[in-house]
């Protein structure tokens, strides 16, 4: 039934790159989704206001001075 139709392998070629495109786009597109809906994505480390309440919370209980506590209060809200 098919083996003279004329077409030779380039229909099975044609349809197996459609295939692996697809599955290809599917994959890419699965990815995609879960990685964009995660709220810390791209996040490395605490944010700065975690940052911020940490070095407030050792300056208030006297594990730094003042000077050392306004130092790394400028770095971490400089921009």
Same mark, same amino acid.
């Given at each position: 039934?098919?083996?003279? *139709?004329? *077409? &030779?392998?380039?229909?099975?070629?044609?349809? +197996?790159?459609?295939?692996v495109g697809f599955w290809t786009a599917v994959v890419?597109?699965?990815?995609?989704?879960?990685? *964009?809906?995660?709220?810390?994505?791209? #996040?490395? &480390?605490?944010?700065? *206001?975690? #940052?911020?309440?940490?070095?407030?919370?050792?300056? #208030?209980?006297?594990?730094?001075?003042?000077?050392?506590?306004?130092?790394?209060?400028?770095?971490? +809200? #400089?921009?």
């Amino acid at each position: 039934m098919w083996w003279g *139709s004329g *077409s &030779g392998w380039g229909g099975w070629v044609l349809m +197996t790159l459609m295939m692996v495109g697809f599955w290809t786009a599917v994959v890419l597109l699965v990815t995609w989704l879960v990685r *964009s809906g995660r709220p810390d994505a791209g #996040a490395p &480390g605490p944010r700065r *206001s975690e #940052a911020l309440a940490i070095l407030e919370e050792r300056f #208030a209980r006297g594990e730094i001075d003042r000077e050392e506590f306004e130092e790394r209060r400028r770095a971490l +809200t #400089a921009r």
